[in-house]
Nanobody, 117 residues
Framework: QVQLVESGGGLVQPGGSLRLSCAAS????????MGWYRQAPGKQRELVAT???????YYGESVKGRFAISRGNAKNLLALQMNSLKPEDTAVYYC???????????WGQGTQVTVSS
């Protein structure tokens, strides 16, 4: 069974940077888009950024200008460069892969990002 594994989370000071990665245990075919989502305690899961097969990128308003999403290869699927981190960025960050045929959502287990001085 395919698994997604996020890595790169940790504790960082405000204004610092982290780079998250998402790896798949095996290749996933027919990907339509991939993305990063996050969930803070007491809040709903929210979109951070997505990238489509065609290369179209969308960012959540709260991270525009600070985060950058990029594609990797067949197994190291996705990365998220996070700069100018703020305390409100503290959350568990999840990798998502949307398969087109047949439709299916893959989710990772999440990686904790904590921004604190």
């Amino acid at each position: 069974q395919v698994q997604l594994v996020e890595s790169g989370g940790g504790l960082v000071q405000p204004g610092g940077s982290l780079r998250l990665s998402c790896a798949a245990s095996e290749s996933i075919s027919s990907i339509s888009y991939m993305g990063w989502y996050r969930q803070a305690p007491g809040k709903q899961r929210e979109l951070v950024a997505t990238i489509t097969t065609g290369g179209n990128i969308y960012y959540g308003e709260s991270v525009k200008g600070r985060f950058a999403i990029s594609r990797g290869n067949a197994k190291n699927l996705l990365a998220l460069q996070m700069n100018s981190l703020k305390p409100e960025d503290t959350a568990v960050y999840y990798c998502k892969v949307q398969r087109l045929r047949p439709p299916y959502e893959y989710w990772g287990q999440g990686t904790q990002v904590t921004v604190s001085s």
